[in-house]
C-alpha cells in the first residue's frame, strides 16, 4: 500500500479513536487538515521549495504510523543523548508516547506537560482554541499531515513575567521495536509577557530500523518574551526528519533559533519567524557538518510585518564525501515594516569532492527605509591558511580540522548553556575525525 | 646545521631558484640580500616545505639529514621555524589556542606529553614580556585585524615559543617601527645559541645592526651571487645591486 493510502486508513482509525470533547475545534481541525494534505501529497522535486531534497527513497518505506507496543528504556540507555549534569525539565517520547518515567513535567506557576493533556482536558480548552494551529495552518502539506494526527508532544506555557530557572529538554527517542516507524510529535509553546524559557530538542533513534519523523513547533512569544532553542540533529544513518517550526513574535521580544545538524540520513528544517509587532529581534543560526551521503535542507522565512525589528541569520556548513546541502533564506519585509535591519548570511566549506550545496537567498522587500544585507560563500579551505599552521607544527589533518573548527565556532559561541556546548564540541571534535588540545 | 646544494625550484613552469647554495651552521647568523623578486621568500617557503613549489634539481640537508621529502609540519618538528614575510590570517584561532596546538603537535611528534596547561601559561607569560606583548592580543584571532608591525611581533613570539633549530626571519623588520624593531631584535639575540642559527632576509641594514650577522649574502635571479662579511650589507646600502649585477655580466 502507498504510504498515502496508508495514513488515511490510519487517519480513520485514529480519529474514531481519540475521544475527545465534541466542542472542541480540534477535532474539525484534525479533519480539514488531513483533507489539506490529501488535496496537495507529498511535496515533489517538481515543487519549487522542494527541487533539492528529494523524499522518493524516504517515503517508500513501509512506516508504521502508530506502534503496536509500547517500548520503555532505562535512564542508562538513553543517558548520553541527554543534558545530565544540568538540571532540566524533561519530556522524554518513545515511539510518539510520552515516557513519565523518564521526564519530568510540572504545573507549579507555569506548565511544561504534555500535548495529548492539553488536547483532551477542558482546562486546557481556551488557550488551545486560541494557539493550536494557528501558525502551521495550511503551510505545507507535511505540517497539515502532522497536524491531521496530531496527539502528542510537548505542551509549553509560561505565564506573564516568568522566568523559568531551568532549560526544558524535549527528547524523542525511537527504538526500532517497530520495523519502519512514523512519528509525529506537534509540540506547542507560548511565552507570555516577559517571560524567558530556554528549549533543548533532539530526535534520536535507538536501532538500524528505518524512521521518519515529521515534527511540528508552533511558539508564541508575547511582548518583551525571550525564548532561545537548540535543535541538535545527530540521528543515525536510518533516521530522517522533516522539522517544521513557525515563531511568532509580539512587540520587544526576542527569539533565537539554533539549528545544529551533524547526522541523520535527511533532514529538512521549515524553520518560520513571523515579526507582529515593532522591536522584535529575531536569530536564526544554523550549522551543519555532514559526512558519508547524508543530506540537510534548511528552508528559513523571516516575515518583517511591523516596523523598527531586527532579524540575524547565519548559517554555516561543512560538506564532505558525498554529503549534500541545500540553504534557503527567504525574507519578506512588508510595507509597513520601515526601519527593518535584517542580515542574513550562508558560508560553507566544501571538503569531499563528490559533496555539493546549494544556496539560495530570497529576498522580497516592499518598504523603502530598510537595512538589508545578505551573502553566502562557498569554498574549499584556505590553502595558505593550511601551509602557515603546518609550519608551525600543526599535521595537515588537524590543521584542517582546527580551520573547520574556527569555521564552526560562531555558531556555537551564542549557546548558553555549558553542558550542552560541551557536548556540540565533542560531536563536532568526533564528527571531524579530530583529537586535538584546542577548544572553543 | 642547513645545508643547500644546486638547488633548483619551480613553481608552475616558472623557474625560480637555478642552481642555489649555502651553507649554515650551528651558532651563526646569516643575512640574506638581494632585489624584489629574486627569490629569497621562495628560498624560505622551499626550505619550509611548501608543496606548491618543485624541487627539480639539487638537495637540501637538515643536520646531514635530507628534508626534501618531509612534510612542512615534519620540517618543523625537526626545528625550522619561518617567520612569514606575509603572516596569515587564522579567524576564530585564539593566538593562545593557535601557539598551545603547534607546542602540543609538536611534542606529540617526538612522543612528549602534551605541555601541562600551568607551564604554558607561564612560557607564554615570559615570553610575551620579552616582546613586550600586550595581554589582550592573546585572546584575539591569530593574524586578524592585526597591523602589519603587530602580526610581525607575533612572529617573533610564536618563534620564542617553538624554540626552534633554524630559523628564516623573512622581512620581519619591515612594518615594524623604530622600537619595536629594537624589541623585536632583542627577542631573536636573546634566543641564539651555539645550538641555532638564524637566517635573516631583509632589504635594510638597520636590522643588521641589532641582529648583527656572521655572513651577508646576495641573492640574485635564484642565485646567491656574492657572499661576504658584515660591511657586505653597509655596501649594498650605500651603492645597491647595480654594480653586482655589472661584476656578473663581466
Ligand atoms: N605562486 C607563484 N606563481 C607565479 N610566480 C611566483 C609565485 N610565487 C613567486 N613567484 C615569482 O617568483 C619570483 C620570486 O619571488 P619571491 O617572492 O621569492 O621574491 P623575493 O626575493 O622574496 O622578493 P621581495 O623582495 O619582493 O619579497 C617572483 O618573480 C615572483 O613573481
Ligand atoms: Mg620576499
Redesign the pocket.
Same mark, same amino acid.
Given at each position: 500500500m502507498e504510504l498515502k493510502e496508508k495514513l488515511a486508513s490510519s487517519f480513520l482509525a485514529f480519529e474514531n479513536k481519540v475521544d475527545i470533547d465534541t466542542t472542541s475545534k480540534v477535532h474539525d481541525i484534525r479533519t480539514e487538515a488531513f483533507g489539506a494534505f490529501e488535496s496537495k501529497g507529498f511535496p515533489t522535486k517538481k515543487d519549487e521549495e522542494w527541487k533539492y531534497t528529494s523524499l522518493n527513497a524516504v517515503l517508500k518505506h513501509d512506516y508504521n504510523v502508530f506502534p503496536k507496543a509500547i517500548p520503555t528504556l532505562a535512564y542508562e540507555q538513553v543517558k548520553k543523548f541527554l543534558l545530565n549534569e544540568t538540571d532540566c525539565y524533561n519530556l522524554i517520547f518513545i515511539d510518539g508516547v510520552f515516557s513519565s518515567f523518564l521526564s519530568e513535567t510540572t504545573h507549579d506557576g507555569l506548565d511544561v506537560c504534555v500535548m495529548s493533556a492539553a488536547l483532551e482536558k477542558p482546562k486546557y480548552k481556551m488557550v488551545i482554541d486560541a494557539y493550536f494551529n494557528q501558525l502551521a495552518n495550511k503551510k505545507n502539506s507535511l505540517s497539515d499531515l502532522n497536524t491531521a494526527f496530531s496527539n502528542e508532544g510537548a505542551y509549553i506555557q509560561i505565564p506573564k513575567n516568568t522566568v523559568v530557572p531551568k532549560p526544558i529538554q524535549i527528547v524523542n527517542f525511537s527504538t526500532g521495536t517497530e520495523k519502519e516507524l512514523l512519528i509525529q510529535p506537534r509540540n506547542l509553546v507560548i511565552v507570555g509577557e516577559n517571560a524567558h524559557v530556554q528549549i533543548v530538542e533532539r530526535h534520536q533513534s535507538l536501532t538500524e530500523n528505518n524512521t521518519l519523523t515529521n515534527s511540528v513547533t508552533e511558539i508564541f512569544v508575547k511582548t518583551r518574551g525571550i525564548v532561545d532553542v537548540y535543535k541538535m540533529q545527530n540521528d543515525r544513518a536510518s533516521a530522517s526528519l522533516i522539522d517544521s517550526t513557525f515563531v511568532s513574535q509580539e512587540r520587544d521580544s526576542v527569539a533565537s533559533v539554533h539549528t545544529f545538524s551533524f547526522g541523520g540520513n535527511l533532514t529538512r528544517n521549515n524553520l518560520e519567524f513571523y515579526q507582529e509587532g515593532t522591536h522584535c529581534v529575531s536569530h536564526l543560526n544554523g550549522i551543519s557538518i555532514l559526512n558519508e551521503k547524508q543530506h540537510v535542507d534548511n528552508h528559513t522565512l523571516v516575515k518583517h510585518k511591523a516596523p523598527n525589528c531586527e532579524s540575524h541569520e547565519m548559517y554555516k556548513g561543512i560538506y564532505d564525501d558525498r554529503a549534500t546541502g541545500v540553504f534557503n533564506g527567504k525574507v519578506i519585509v512588508e510595507q509597513a515594516a520601515q526601519k527593518i535591519n535584517a542580515f542574513q548570511q550562508n558560508n560553507n566549506i566544501i571538503v569531499g569532492d563528490k559533496a555539493s550545496v546549494n544556496t539560495k537567498p530570497q529576498l522580497e522587500i516592499f518598504a523603502d527605509d530598510v537595512k538589508c544585507s545578505h551573502g553566502c560563500t562557498i569554498g574549499q579551505l584556505d590553502e595558505s591558511a593550511l601551509f602557515y599552521m603546518q609550519q608551525r607544527g600543526i599535521p595537515k589533518k588537524e590543521a584542517k580540522a582546527l580551520l573547520m573548527y574556527a569555521f564552526s565556532n560562531d555558531a556555537l559561541k551564542d549557546v548558553k548553556i555549558p553542558e550542552l556546548k560541551a557536548q556540540l564540541n565533542k560531536i563536532i571534535a568526533h564528527k571531524l575525525d579530530v583529537k586535538i588540545g584546542f577548544d572553543l | 646545521m642547513l645545508k643547500i646544494e644546486n638547488l633548483h625550484a619551480r613553481?608552475?613552469d616558472?623557474e625560480?631558484l637555478k642552481g642555489l647554495n649555502i651553507q649554515v651552521n650551528a651558532g651563526e647568523v646569516h643575512a640574506i640580500m638581494?632585489?624584489?623578486?629574486?627569490?629569497?621568500?621562495? !628560498?624560505a617557503s622551499v626550505i619550509a616545505g611548501k608543496e606548491?613549489y618543485e624541487v627539480t634539481e639539487g638537495n637540501i640537508a637538515l643536520n646531514e639529514k635530507d628534508i626534501s621529502e618531509l612534510a612542512p609540519e615534519e620540517r618543523a618538528h625537526e626545528g625550522v621555524f619561518l617567520s612569514f614575510?606575509y603572516p596569515v590570517e587564522i579567524p576564530g584561532v585564539t593566538v593562545t589556542n593557535f601557539i598551545k596546538s603547534s607546542i602540543n603537535e609538536t611534542r606529540k611528534a617526538k612522543g612528549l606529553e602534551e605541555m601541562p596547561a600551568k607551564d604554558l601559561l607561564k612560557m607564554i607569560r615570559e615570553k610575551s614580556e620579552l616582546l613586550e606583548i600586550d595581554r589582550k592580543f592573546l585572546s584575539r584571532s591569530l593574524n586578524e585585524g592585526f597591523s602589519g608591525g603587530e602580526k610581525k611581533r607575533n612572529e617573533i613570539f610564536q618563534m620564542a615559543m617553538m624554540e626552534p633549530k633554524l630559523a628564516i626571519l623573512d622581512?620581519t623588520d619591515s612594518g615594524l617601527d623604530i622600537d619595536a624593531l629594537r624589541i623585536v631584535a632583542n627577542g631573536v639575540n636573546k634566543l641564539k645559541s651555539n645550538d641555532n642559527a638564524v637566517i635573516v632576509i631583509t632589504?635594510y641594514q638597520r636590522l643588521l645592526e641589532y641582529i648583527v650577522p656572521d655572513f651577508v649574502h646576495v !641573492?640574485y635571479d635564484g642565485k646567491i651571487v656574492k657572499s661576504g662579511s658584515k660591511e657586505l650589507a653597509l655596501e649594498l646600502e650605500e651603492k645597491g645591486y647595480d654594480w653586482i649585477k655589472e661584476e656578473l655580466k663581466a
Open positions: - | 613553481i608552475e616558472k625560480i638581494g632585489p624584489n623578486g629574486a627569490g629569497k621568500s621562495t !628560498l606548491e614575510q622581512e632589504h !641573492l
